[in-house]
């Protein structure tokens, strides 16, 4: 009888312990917000996308949408507002509202903003409140 209430509360306690130990899958998120203005105009609906320098399979990739005053914040898809600590490679696109019905859209700022390997762009998530400076882009 006392091994099994043993073993019983061993199976218990693990999952627990696990679940505990990584946090039951949800990174601690930190508010993000920042400006971005391409040719020094606000870049009204462009999406900003935080890259992690260290990604891995289960990086989180924060997005927010530029809105028309130029400033967005950042969300963390499934997980909610804000974004994991830590160094990222920031992208930036700006299509068309109606671009789904375009065959080709064109996007409205530099390619070198949207990819990963060109793009100048980098900010650091601090734990607390991250109020970043703005991102000027330019042709």
Partial sequence: ????????????????????????????????????????????????????????????????TVGADGAFSLRTAQH??????GDYVVLVTWYPPNARELDKPANKIPARYGNPAESPLRATVNPGSNQLEPYRLTK
């Fill in 1 to 64: 009888m006392i091994r099994f209430r043993f073993i019983g509360r061993s199976v218990l306690a693990v999952p627990l312990l696990f679940l505990v130990a990584c946090g039951g899958g949800k990174p601690k998120l930190h508010p993000v917000s920042g400006t971005v203005l391409f040719l020094n105009q606000p870049a009204d609906g462009a999406l900003v996308v935080f890259q992690p320098v260290q990604s891995g399979p289960e990086s989180a990739m924060p997005s927010g």
């Fill in 80 to 85: 909610g507002v804000g974004a994991p600590a």
